[in-house]
């Protein structure tokens, strides 16, 4: 038996793996457990404001994001985030993470790549429109989905070559 905290997380993660529901897999299915599961009487509204609302330190983030992204004639897009970028807007690592959709509405740019320092390591958040992303990221200790990976790499020379690798996976589809 599922209870209706179980619910309202199975619910939110569907939202959230889904786009809203609007990735072009989701499915009827992807629907039919939807409407399953709000039948447990939770908050919707609360779902969505807690999955979309954010910071007012992040949003500063986000204008830098758009500001400072890279596009090439390929259609990568990339941003990096060193950790005193990071301090500099009193923002952790997990919350920039969750601006890694933010390049996904920008016409032109088929795949993204954010590369956000940790304490040890360059996270890397890969994202497409198309390309598969997922072998970039095998490359780099990482998986993931198709469209959506991430990976860990250890410097900004690295970057770069992650890049470079997205470039030719764009190319190659």
């Avoid at 447990?40 to 954010?54: A, V």
């Avoid at 992204?69 to 920039?96: C, D, I, N, R």
């Avoid at 993931?144 to 890049?163: K, Q």
């Amino acid at each position: 038996v599922m209870t209706k905290a179980a619910a309202r997380l199975i619910y939110a993660g569907i939202v959230g793996d889904t786009g809203r529901f609007l990735f072009p897999r989701t499915s009827e299915k992807t629907f039919r457990y939807a409407s399953e599961l709000i039948q447990y009487g939770f908050s919707l509204t609360e779902i969505y404001d807690g999955l979309y609302n954010m910071k007012l330190n992040v949003a500063h983030l986000s204008g830098y994001v758009l500001q400072n992204f890279t596009v090439s004639a390929e259609g990568v897009a990339a941003v990096k985030m060193p950790k005193s970028l990071l301090e500099q807007y009193g923002v952790t690592a997990s919350e920039a993470s969750q601006l890694v959709s933010l390049l996904g509405n920008i016409d032109g740019i088929v795949a993204w790549a954010f590369f956000i320092e940790e304490d040890k390591e360059i996270r890397v958040r890969l994202r497409s429109k198309g390309p598969v992303v997922n072998e970039v990221a095998k490359k780099y200790r990482g998986g993931g989905h198709p469209l959506a990976a991430g990976a860990s790499i250890d410097s900004w020379e690295e970057a770069d070559r992650v890049i470079e690798d997205l470039k030719a996976a764009c190319l190659s589809q």
